[in-house]
Every structure is written in C-alpha cells, then in structure tokens.
C-alpha cells in the first residue's frame, strides 16, 4: 500500500519515516530535534511529517523494543484518516535516568493497519457474563 507523506521539514533533514526492509512491519520514524525526556515523564516529539491515509485505515507510532526494553515507549494514539497535520510521537520515560533523544534518532515505528469504525448503539445486556472483572471466570 502506498501511503502519501505531507512535508513539514522532515524531507529537509532526511527523516522521513522507512521501513527498514520489506519484512518490516513498521516504519522508523525520527525525532526531528534534540530532547530530553526526564524520568516519569512524558513528552510530545514533532517528527516532522503528516501522512494521507484512505478511510478505513489508521496510523499509529509504536514503541521500538531497544527503546521499550530500557523503559522508554511511545503511546499509542491514533491518527485518524482525517488527520493531515504533523505526526507526533508521545513518549514516555519509565526508566530511572533522563532519556536524552539526538535530532535524528529512531523514536518510533509508524505502523498503518485497517480498523472497524464502530456505530455505538443503546441496548440491554444479552450476556449471562454480567459486569465481574478481572479473573472471575478463573485464572
């Protein structure tokens, strides 16, 4: 599938998101300027570039697992076929030390996958599960 990228800078620095090779299910998506993200902490990195995605499809910036394993993740937030503006990764630090990120590191990888737009509708429980929560069918 061919996605179209809207430029806001990236092309300039060479950070347009790629996908590493063919197997690869997401893009490397790059920080666009220097960052740091402070223990705990959560930061929103522009990353340069907006995408065009056909209705039926969103996009979201996944954690790459060297970052994950250290404790430093993106979030998962969608964005929306709609949405043209510049993609942002949201980062969150868990590990115990500042996270410093280089203009130009890998933060992220941009995966595209279809979704089911769900229409939410009023009705009465048909289920005999009921409302009991976690590990009350067993294990």
């Known amino acids: 599938m061919k996605i179209k ?16 090779d063919y197997s690869s299910v997401g893009a ?5 300027r220097a960052y ?11 990353l340069g570039f907006g995408i065009q995605l056909p209705d039926g499809m969103a996009g979201y910036v996944f ?3 060297s970052l994950a394993a250290k404790g430093v993740v993106c ?4 964005i929306d076929p709609g949405y043209t503006g510049e ?3 949201v980062v969150t630090n868990h590990g115990p030390e500042p996270f410093v990120i280089a203009p ?11 979704y089911i737009g769900a229409e939410f509708i ?12 976690f590990g009350s069918t067993g294990e």
Request: aromatic fraction near 4%.
């Open 5 to 20: 990228l809207i430029d806001y800078g990236a092309a300039e620095t060479g950070y347009l998101p790629k996908r590493a």
């Open 28 to 32: 490397d998506v790059r920080a666009s």
């Open 36 to 46: 740091t993200v402070p223990p705990g902490k959560t930061a929103v990195l522009g």
């Open 63 to 65: 954690p790459r697992s």
């Open 75 to 78: 979030q998962l937030p969608p």
């Open 87 to 89: 993609i942002h990764a």
């Open 104 to 114: 130009g590191q890998r933060i992220g990888q941009l995966v595209v996958m279809p």
């Open 122 to 133: 009023a009705g009465k429980l048909e289920s005999r599960r009921g409302a009991r929560a």
